[in-house]
């Protein structure tokens, strides 16, 4: 984010993934004022799709309804979200965690926020939003793949930590899923040799490499899918004689 901030300045253009993808949620928050306004004289509590949407500097913040239908449409928003900014090769990281929280109109306040931000800090390495267990049984989908009312819900779960489940940002991309997949995994390679020849400092190197590393395993995992993954084993071999 840092990075694209300072090429913003001599290049405003480079921040035009961030702008489609927050204009991506604001749509999704906007059908949820629609809904509000609905059910403004309705008797009933239900508010299935209950959503608020703030964003500051490189933060989002959204809240939904504790119901299933209002967590399947934040899931499916930031499946959108995510899978803009992919394609603009920014990663995101962040967490869904299910409590109690205040946010209207930009005032945002309550534990489920600190929540969401310790489990971030703590627990997601890499660049993925991450689901709370509390989260995975409220949308109570069975076991892998979700699945919902006949619809494939696009979390995965991590192999090495099972109780670990995260956002699916490609599952469901229609036809089109191996060809975009095959595209990010050439643009972030590309873009992991760029950053390694760049970054001076080496400390920060490695982290980056690290989410690059990941995304890479994530690209080729969905391109398995299809019987296309591309083995990486002499591409990794000849990536760590280049860092030695």
């Known amino acids: 984010w840092r990075d694209r901030i300072e090429e913003s300045v001599q290049n405003p253009s480079v921040l035009n993934p961030v702008f489609k993808a927050l204009a991506i949620m604001k749509r999704w928050g906007q059908v ?29 913040v959204a809240s939904c309804a504790p119901t ?19 394609f603009g090769l920014l990663y995101v990281r962040g967490a869904v965690v299910r409590g109690n929280i205040y946010h209207r109109k930009g005032f945002i306040f309550g534990p489920a926020l600190l929540d969401a931000y310790d489990h971030e800090r703590a627990k997601v390495s890499y660049p993925r939003i991450e689901f709370s267990r509390a989260v995975i049984d409220l949308l109570d989908c069975g076991t892998l793949p979700f699945e919902r009312n006949g619809v494939v819900v696009p979390l995965l779960s991590d192999e090495s930590k099972p109780d670990v489940w995260y956002l699916d940002p490609l599952q469901e991309a229609g036809d089109t899923t191996s060809f975009l997949a095959r595209m990010l995994l050439e643009r972030v390679t590309e873009r992991m040799h760029d950053d390694f020849g760049r970054l001076q400092d080496a400390s920060k190197r490695e982290a980056v ?34 860092r030695k």
Not at 75 to 85: C, G, I, K, P, V
Not at 219 to 235: A, F, K, M, Q, W
């Open 32 to 60: 949820s004022e629609n809904v509000k306004r609905a059910y403004a004289n309705s008797p009933s509590n239900d508010q299935p799709l209950l959503q608020e949407i703030s964003q500051f500097s490189d933060t989002i």
């Open 68 to 86: 299933r239908e209002a967590v399947m449409h934040l899931l499916y928003a930031l499946q959108q979200f995510t899978n803009r900014l992919l």
């Open 209 to 242: 490499m690290k989410k690059h590393q990941w995304m890479i395993g994530y690209l080729n995992s969905v391109l398995n899918r299809y019987h296309l993954s591309i083995p990486t084993e002499g591409y990794w071999a000849r990536f760590e004689e280049r």
